[in-house]
């Protein structure tokens, strides 16, 4: 091997002398569009992340992908440089190219499904579509996200499995974990008592309502019908994400018993 390169050295060596400006400025150029193309890169993921507060663990990420699209792009230069040189050097290409080419073709089916991951996952991060911790459903999976990666996506579901998504194929995110969760509950109340009256009781007992889990107070809507047996109302609240449930439960058990307190007779 080393016979092999010191016989071509002596071979181009007045080659190299000869061209030892085109290579100069080949290297330069290459130097020039290294700086040029990485603080483009950054500039681009600033530009992206600016209006986003990201936490120091999403900081972390897009410096490493950061740093992943810098390597990507010192590679791609490296790759120009090299056969550049060879081509003022007078070096046949072509077998080169051909075995290069054969062996790309292959790296590049195989390297596709990655590159789409990776790409993917960057726009999930840079867009903040979802944490670690919240809650979501994605493409029918719904849970907890677990972690979240260059390429995957893990997410524990209601019932304790744990999903692993390829990035590229995430196309639909629902996020509970953001914003307030709406709660909507209907009561009926027996037309024996009178309307006002039922109205009264109903925003009293709304009014006392407590809960650690409650965005925005309940609002009194109705009567919605007047039966001849009864009167209906909605009440509608907000919730912290994922809370809903929770709170919907407590605002009825409180409720019945405020109707129990009243002797409000519910229908």
Known sequence: MWEFVQSLWERHL????ASAGKILLV???AAVARWIGGRAIQATVAALTRKIELSSRRQAQVQTITALLVSVLNYVLLFVVIFTILSILGVNLGPVLATAGVAGLAISFGAQQIVRDVLNGFFILVEDQ??????VTIDGVSGVVETMGMRITRIRDDSGRLITLANSSITRV??????????AIEVGIASTIELNSARQ?????LAAFEHPSLKTPPSLE???????????????AGAEPSAG????????AHLLQSARQHQIPLA
């Open 14 to 17: 007045d080659t190299v002398l």
């Open 201 to 205: 009781w109903l925003e009293q007992s």
């Open 130 to 135: 979802f944490a670690v911790g919240e809650y």
């Open 245 to 252: 449930t929770i709170v919907q439960d407590a605002l009825r």
């Open 27 to 29: 290297l330069l150029g």
């Open 222 to 236: 109705g009567p919605l019908t007047l039966e001849a047996s009864r009167y209906l109302f909605r009440i509608t």
């Open 174 to 183: 629902i996020n509970h974990s953001r914003g307030e969760q709406k709660i």
